[in-house]
Every structure is written in structure tokens, then in C-alpha cells.
């Protein structure tokens, strides 16, 4: 089992750069299929980006060419570079954990962006 904890959401201005932090506590970290979602107010939580314990990519098509998903399997964390934000992106920020049957979630971290 692992435990998240995210880190590095805030306020930014259009056009600006985020860097979000997921840190997991447990064991065999690196065998888990980690994402960061999304979800605004009033809205479903969505995807917004995906990395597999092979480092394999995925991302929404929202995003694509603006964010950057990565993972330091020695730290036990995954990034999510978010770069030209817009006001769009304005959201809380989870981040997850899958492998087999196992789902984990972290608590969140607030990105809004707005000048």
C-alpha cells in the first residue's frame, strides 16, 4: 500500500509554471501506474496525465504539449511540470496510485490560475 501526499499547487498568472510533487510513503513504489486528475468546481474529476511503472506517458488532450508528467522511482515521486497554464487548468490536483486491484489517493493540492 502506499500513501500520497501532494505539494507545489498555488495561484499563477496565465502563462505561467507550476511544478505539482507527489510523495508516496510504502513499498515497491516504482511497480505503480501513477496519475495526477483533476477536478474544477461543479465539474467530474478528470484525467489529466499518466505514467506506468515502465514510464510510459499518456496524457489529455487538454494538456498535451503543456504538461509534463515524470516519476523519480529512487524519491518515491512523481511530477506533473504544468507549463503556459490557463485559467482552464484552475483546479484541485490529485494524485493517484493503481496497481492490480490496489487504488490509493492523496488529499489534493489547489492550482488556480488567474492575473
Known amino acids: 500500500q502506499v500513501q500520497l501526499v501532494e505539494s507545489g499547487g498555488g495561484l499563477v498568472q496565465p502563462g505561467g509554471s507550476l511544478r505539482l510533487s507527489c510523495a508516496a510513503s510504502?513499498?515497491?513504489?516504482?511497480?505503480?501506474?501513477m496519475g495526477w486528475y483533476r477536478q474544477a468546481p461543479g465539474k467530474q474529476r478528470e484525467l489529466v496525465a499518466t505514467?506506468?511503472?515502465?514510464?510510459?506517458?499518456n496524457y489529455a488532450d487538454s494538456v498535451k504539449g503543456r504538461f509534463t508528467i515524470s516519476r523519480d522511482n529512487s524519491k518515491n515521486t512523481v511530477y506533473l511540470q504544468m507549463n503556459s497554464l490557463k485559467p482552464e487548468d484552475t483546479a484541485v490536483y490529485y494524485c493517484?496510485?493503481?496497481?492490480?486491484?490496489?487504488?490509493?489517493w492523496g488529499q489534493g493540492t489547489q492550482v488556480t490560475v488567474s492575473s
Open positions: 510504502g513499498s515497491a513504489f516504482s511497480r505503480y501506474h
Open positions: 493517484n496510485a493503481q496497481r492490480l486491484t490496489y487504488d490509493s
Open positions: 505514467i506506468s511503472a515502465a514510464g510510459i506517458t
